[in-house]
């Protein structure tokens, strides 16, 4: 095989490489066009501040606080010192939806939560409007999520 040969073959593993995680990002569709992502999946995507607990709501407060981002594939939550901005506490990691129930397994983390690592958390989860709701299955992470504006 001639190097410049190895070098297009090399490129085009590249680009479908590129190509396919750009399908992810955006979410796949099937071969008519459709989203086979749920509702639910696309609606958790974005910037959520913690607000609190389905009994005990909350208002997220002006600056600093919780945050929980979503992707399509990834999540973290950051909590920064609301007065100096150092930040708290820091993990995330990949997540999957079946239905309204999600998996969360925690890849990276700070110092402080650290233990975190390798652990998978269950959620029953709903979006309505602004309002993220996670009920934890075997773990004590209930809590209400109101989206970042």
Do not use: C
Request: net charge neutral; aromatic share 8%.
């Amino acid at each position: 095989m001639s190097p410049q040969l190895g070098l297009r073959a090399a490129a085009l593993v590249v680009f479908v490489a590129v190509l396919t995680m750009l399908r992810q990002a955006q979410g796949q569709k099937d071969q008519g066009g459709e989203e086979k992502r749920s509702q639910l999946a696309r609606d958790l995507v974005g910037t959520w501040v913690w607000a609190g607990t389905p009994d005990k709501p909350e208002e997220p407060p002006k600056s600093g606080g919780r945050l929980k981002f979503f992707t399509g594939t990834h999540w973290n939550i950051t909590q920064a010192d609301p007065q100096t901005g150092v930040v708290i506490f820091h993990h995330g990691g990949t997540y999957s939806i079946d239905g309204d129930e999600t998996s969360e397994t925690i890849k990276y983390a700070n110092e402080n939560t650290a233990e975190l690592i390798k652990q998978t958390n269950k959620f029953k989860i709903k979006v309505e409007g602004d309002t993220y709701t996670q009920v934890g299955q075997g773990n004590p992470y209930t809590e209400v999520w109101k989206r970042l504006k």
